[in-house]
């Protein structure tokens, strides 16, 4: 696939976005915005945890996007004795009596991590390097994964018992964080309908991963002004209490902030939501778009904030201004 420039590559990624959309709608229904955004997030090179009770369709979103993108996926259902080996990979002894590595489920394009904080945080660790480095070692060995790889986590609300809370160092890997609620009515009739009428949807492969991975080359390539880039990192800073650029918001209502990365996926993530929109650099409203999923997971109440309830989607909006 080659493009004569950048402008007309970022023209024809538009195209393919809404033809995306448009496969994508014809088995999720209600989930729009949860489907634009783990979008972004796969054309970001970024990874997804996905926030709900069970049977919102997080499974079927997995293997719908994955029909539609012409990639390999795998599902993981996380449980407390679930073992790193069971993620990544194992040594064995052939027939030669030599060690041969069994590649675990990791190795796919996408990769679901289903209720990922059902396990220990021990194993909850495994996919630190997978999703950081698109590798894993085994035996002292590295192994590389499949290019692209995401990971597309989801988690029961850390209220429901057996849950543990997932440790900062991962939370931070991951691009995103997405809320899904249910759906409304109309959109639970069609749901309803659709799945008990014994109806096959086939859908149509619109990209492949040479592809993918040549759209997110381009949107890293973008080009964006220097008072975009300021406000993306001034809007990450203020979120850190105590600091000089602390917004008073977050002086009084965090006890911690988000770190550089968060600065790098807001940056990332409104290339790509330019780029989906057809434009040619990202603008400050492009930052705004991904600001709550990027800052979301990244930014702790302290007790005031708790006492008050002041959500972090409110602080958010705050910082925003």
């Given at each position: ?20 959309l448009f496969e ?103 996919l630190l390097e ?16 499949p290019d692209p ?173």
């Open positions: 696939m080659k493009y004569s420039n950048d402008v007309v590559a970022i023209d024809a990624l538009q195209k393919i976005y809404e033809e995306l994508i709608r014809r088995k999720i229904y209600g989930q729009d915005t949860v489907v634009k955004q783990v979008l972004t997030s796969i054309f970001s090179q970024g990874h997804c945890l996905l926030v709900g009770v069970p049977g919102l369709a997080k499974t079927l979103l997995v293997n719908t996007i994955s029909e539609v993108l012409g990639l390999d996926h795998k599902r993981i259902q996380f449980t407390p004795d679930l073992m790193p080996s069971d993620i990544i990979g194992t040594e064995i002894l052939d027939k030669e009596r030599q060690f041969k590595f069994i590649k675990g489920p990791v190795f796919a394009n996408i990769l679901l991590a289903d209720e990922i904080n059902r396990t220990p945080p021990k194993t909850q660790a495994a997978a999703m950081q480095e698109r590798a894993v070692t085994s035996a002292g060995i590295r192994y590389q994964l790889f995401f990971v597309l986590a989801t988690q029961n609300p850390i209220e429901q018992e057996g849950t543990y809370p997932l440790p900062e160092a991962q939370l931070d890997r991951f691009m995103f964080s997405i809320w899904l609620g249910y759906p409304d009515f109309e959109d639970e009739m069609t749901i309803v309908k659709n799945t008990t009428s014994g109806k096959i949807i086939h859908l149509k492969t619109i990209l492949s991963a040479p592809e993918i991975l040549c759209f997110q080359k381009l949107i890293r390539r973008m080009p964006i002004n220097q008072n975009v880039l300021k406000y993306a990192v001034e809007l990450a800073t203020k979120s850190r209490p105590g600091t000089s650029n602390a917004a008073g918001i977050a002086n009084k209502f965090l006890k911690w902030g988000a770190g550089p990365r968060a600065s790098q996926y807001l940056v990332i993530g409104a290339k790509t939501h330019a780029a989906f929109h057809g434009k040619y650099s990202p603008d400050i409203e492009d930052v705004k778009s991904v600001a709550e999923t990027v800052l979301r997971h990244r930014i702790i109440k302290n007790y005031k904030a708790e006492a008050e309830r002041i959500s972090v989607e409110e602080i958010i909006a705050e910082l925003t201004q």
